[in-house]
């Protein structure tokens, strides 16, 4: 069966510190990876988008690694902001016609 | 990038009456577009796959008479939640795709109450 899992569930960090969200996938046949950050009651919105060849893709302050091998990402936020608040959701595309699997998302709070 | 607009964004209505929730592609054409469905603290649940032209695939346990979808054309998929009762009050979220399947575009949601 086709999943997603992200940990933590849930991450409180001070303001201007980093942090790491964690993403393991068992979808198979695999297209792409992409990390969404979900503000509260708005849709998604695309972070980053991992191919099966790429192994690290930033995006200003984020940046994601993807081991396709060990089926496993990871979404490293950089000097957080107030702003950085928000669910981030790890979503896999597998190949074919097939829909989206998502991951329930990790709850980020960043406090002053 | 591709723009996905949904409309409306919040909704009000009372209980046994229908709402409509509509899903556009504006700057290209998906022939396949998702509807999912967030309730609050969850992740996003898929709720129904819409290909133009012809009937939606609906996943396990969603009524395909409470949650008519409509996708008569390459860029406007509909949602209909017909008898509305308190409980499917929820976040909902149309997703379009770009021919190749590789790229997945959302709208911006639509918050549903029932009251």
């Known amino acids: 069966k086709n999943q997603v899992e992200q940990s933590p569930q849930s991450l409180i960090i001070l303001e201007g510190k980093n942090c790491t969200l964690q993403c393991n996938y068992t979808v198979s046949p695999f297209s792409n990876l992409r990390w969404y950050k979900q503000d509260t009651g708005r849709g998604p919105v695309s972070l980053t988008i991992m191919t099966f060849s790429e192994n690290t893709k930033s995006n200003g302050r984020y940046t994601a690694t993807l081991d396709a091998d060990t089926k496993q990402s990871s979404l490293h936020i950089t000097a957080s902001q107030l702003s950085d608040s928000a669910s981030y959701i790890c979503v896999v595309n597998p190949s074919g016609n097939t829909p989206l699997v998502f991951g329930k998302g990790t709850r980020l709070s960043v406090i002053a | 990038g591709a723009v996905v607009s949904q409309h409306p964004s919040r909704v009000i209505c009372k209980s046994g009456t229908s709402v409509k929730i509509e899903c556009r592609s504006l700057d290209f054409q998906a022939t396949t577009m998702f509807w999912y469905r967030q309730f609050p603290k969850q992740s996003l649940m898929l709720m129904a796959t819409?290909?133009?032209?012809?009937?939606?695939?609906?996943e396990q346990g969603v009524e395909k008479d409470k949650f008519l979808i409509n996708h008569a054309s390459l860029t406007l998929s509909t949602l209909t939640v017909t008898s509305a009762h308190p409980e499917d009050s929820s976040f909902y979220i149309c997703?379009?795709?770009?021919?190749?399947?590789?790229?997945?575009?959302f709208g911006q949601g639509t918050r549903l109450t029932v009251v």
């Open positions: 819409s290909n133009e032209g012809s009937k939606a695939t609906y």
């Open positions: 997703s379009a795709l770009v021919s190749g399947w590789t790229e997945a575009f």
